[in-house]
């Protein structure tokens, strides 16, 4: 079983709607994060949690909020989609020391609004 | 600052040698790393390197670090069909968070 999985892995959405992408981890790691991939700018950070209690905003978080459910889960939500938001979406964990910060991904949603 | 960049596309013939490079802009970067997306699926870790070295070989990668230039490449020996993927480099450090991602280079190996 994989260690860090994403719900959908697809999503097909019109302009407007609110969504929901999943993130759970088996890992037993404190930290999670959400980042977007889009061709030419790499990854760039969304939101990120160190614990249930503790949410902090990434270079891009306008238009998304996240919730922090229990130490596996962590969910990205948009609240109202809007085409420039279709992009690849990675869930990430880490259990940081230090300045040592290897990253573990899940396999991506593929997020397209119309 | 906290730029990295790498150059977008790299294409090498089947066992050749590839060179994959990246500059960052934070003299205070602690660790700086390789992380390889293959098509369909998400970053894993290939190699790291600490700051205070020059290079690390791991079988068929070498890494170098050039801290004066801020320079960080990775070599792959004897490219395979199975090393296209794109691959970023990324860099941390020491009270900062993040992990802080390159654009990514695309390798695309031809028999």
């Known amino acids: 079983d994989a260690d860090v999985t994403q719900t959908p892995r697809n999503r097909i959405t019109k302009t407007g709607k609110r969504i929901m992408l999943e993130c759970s981890q088996t890992?037993?790691?404190?930290?999670m994060y959400w980042y977007r991939q889009d061709p030419g700018l790499g990854l760039r950070l969304i939101y990120y949690?160190?614990?249930?209690?503790?949410?902090n905003k990434g270079e891009i978080s306008d238009g998304y909020s996240v919730s922090r459910q229990a130490q596996a889960k962590f969910s990205l939500s948009l609240e109202s989609a809007i085409p420039n938001q279709t992009a690849l979406y990675f869930c990430?964990?880490?259990?940081?020391?230090?300045?040592?910060?290897?990253?573990?991904f899940g396999p991506g949603t593929r997020l397209t609004v119309l | 600052g906290e730029d990295v960049e790498q150059s977008l596309f790299l294409s090498v013939r089947e066992g050749d040698s590839s060179v994959i490079n990246c500059t960052y802009t934070?003299?205070?970067?602690?660790?700086l790393y390789w992380y390889k997306q293959e098509p369909g699926a998400g970053l894993q870790l290939l190699t790291y390197i600490f700051s205070n070295m020059d290079m690390k070989q791991d079988q068929r990668l070498t890494v170098l670090l050039n801290k004066k230039d801020k320079h960080l490449s990775l070599r792959i020996a004897d490219t395979q069909t199975g090393d296209s993927a794109i691959y970023f480099c990324?860099?941390?450090?020491?009270?900062?968070?993040?992990?802080?991602f390159g654009t990514g280079t695309r390798l695309l190996v031809s028999p």
């Open positions: 934070d003299s205070s970067s602690t660790y």
């Open positions: 990430a964990t880490s259990d940081q020391t230090g300045a040592y910060n290897e990253q573990f």
């Open positions: 990324a860099e941390s450090r020491t009270g900062f968070q993040k992990l802080v």
């Open positions: 890992k037993g790691h404190d930290r």
């Open positions: 949690s160190f614990d249930v209690k503790d949410i």
